[in-house]
């Protein structure tokens, strides 16, 4: 019986989630908490589970802020498929979330059957549910059997800044890119930029040393904050902290990227 993932969105002409026109998926169910999500709605987890979210169309769905269905991976497969022909040499699909890391089984199919089929793989992720235990290391070691690039959100270098501003430390997350370094896959780093919260100094030159230790590195975005999402937290009834924190300054924007070496 074929494995089912919970997709909360998808954008068919994603130009900003890896290389080329992508067709990107949005997987529902996140562990992170992080203060500045512009998608607090895929937070909750889906499946078979005491806590879940109701499945669209149920009556409590909209009230608890889900909004998934149900696909397979050959079924989404074939849906993203219809795009091929916009996609040109460097684009294909990404997988993002929520967090796609969650549903492993899933995942692996998909960029299995996406690979037989000639199609370009990117997971976009920040890491947090990494181990190197099993069942989670062997299932991940198949997913990257067939995934092109790993996009890696790193949010704060400082463990307990990062469990302020996420709910978790960032151990696990800092072993996931040395994982991704041992075994030479290539990586895109991401750092949102956050006003009084990640813009620091020693935030910022810690990431790049870090990065320094790193091999697999191609290529570091600074992604500006921005309060886009806001009005998600307020419909779901969730505080939003950072509502007083304005957008970084352009200045502020180029200071990071060239203490994190971002090229452009």
Same mark, same amino acid.
């Not at 089912?4 to 562990?31: K, M, N, W």
């Not at 998608?39 to 409590?60: I, Y």
């Not at 022909?85 to 967090?99: L, Q």
């Not at 419909?235 to 304005?246: E, H, M, N, Q, R």
């Given at each position: 019986?074929?494995?089912?993932?919970?997709?909360?969105?998808?954008?068919?002409?994603?130009?900003?989630?890896?290389?080329?026109?992508?067709?990107?998926?949005?997987?529902?169910?996140?562990?992170?908490?992080?203060?500045?999500?512009? =998608?607090?709605?895929?937070?909750?987890?889906?499946?078979?589970?005491?806590?879940?979210?109701?499945? @669209? $169309?149920?009556?409590?769905?909209?009230? @608890?802020?889900? =909004?998934?269905?149900?696909?397979?991976p050959s079924a989404l497969l074939k849906q993203a498929l219809r795009?091929?022909?916009?996609?040109?040499?460097? $684009?294909?699909?990404?997988?993002?979330?929520?967090?796609?890391?969650?549903?492993?089984?899933?995942?692996?199919?998909?960029?299995?059957?996406?690979?037989?089929?000639?199609?370009?793989?990117?997971?976009?992720?920040?890491?947090?549910?990494?181990?190197?235990?099993?069942?989670?290391?062997?299932?991940? #070691?198949?997913?990257? +059997? =067939?995934?092109?690039?790993?996009?890696?959100?790193?949010?704060?270098?400082?463990? +307990?800044?990062?469990? &302020?501003?996420?709910?978790?430390?960032?151990?696990?997350?800092?072993?996931?890119?040395?994982?991704?370094?041992?075994?030479?896959?290539?990586?895109?780093?991401?750092?949102?930029?956050?006003?009084?919260?990640?813009?620091?100094e020693e935030n910022l030159r810690g990431i790049r040393a870090f990065?320094?230790?790193?091999?697999?590195?191609?290529?570091?975005?600074?992604?500006?904050?921005?309060?886009? $999402?806001?009005?998600?937290?307020? #419909?779901?009834?969730?505080?939003?902290?950072?509502?007083?924190?304005?957008?970084?300054?352009?200045?502020?924007?180029?200071? &990071?990227?060239?203490?994190?070496?971002?090229?452009?």
């Open positions: 019986m074929e494995t089912t993932g919970y997709i909360h969105s998808i954008d068919s002409f994603g130009s900003v989630d890896g290389p080329g026109v992508r067709f990107v998926t949005f997987l529902q169910g996140c562990h992170m908490r992080c203060r500045y999500c512009h =998608n607090p709605d895929t937070w909750k987890l889906a499946g078979n589970r005491a806590d879940a979210c109701p499945q @669209s $169309g149920d009556p409590a769905s909209a009230a @608890s802020g889900c =909004n998934y269905k149900e696909m397979t795009y091929k022909r916009y996609w040109g040499k460097e $684009g294909g699909i990404t997988v993002s979330g929520g967090e796609p890391l969650l549903q492993l089984d899933f995942m692996t199919e998909l960029f299995r059957l996406a690979k037989e089929n000639g199609v370009g793989t990117v997971l976009d992720t920040a890491g947090q549910p990494f181990t190197r235990t099993e069942p989670f290391f062997s299932k991940l #070691s198949s997913l990257m +059997e =067939n995934t092109d690039l790993v996009m890696l959100d790193l949010k704060h270098i400082d463990p +307990e800044k990062h469990r &302020a501003l996420t709910g978790h430390t960032n151990e696990n997350i800092l072993d996931f890119a040395r994982y991704l370094n041992e075994i030479g896959k290539p990586i895109w780093v991401r750092h949102v930029l956050v006003p009084g919260v990640t813009d620091d990065l320094d230790t790193l091999s697999n590195v191609k290529k570091v975005e600074v992604l500006p904050y921005h309060t886009l $999402g806001i009005y998600k937290w307020e #419909s779901l009834g969730i505080p939003y902290t950072l509502k007083d924190v304005d957008p970084p300054t352009a200045e502020s924007v180029k200071r &990071a990227e060239e203490i994190l070496g971002c090229q452009k």
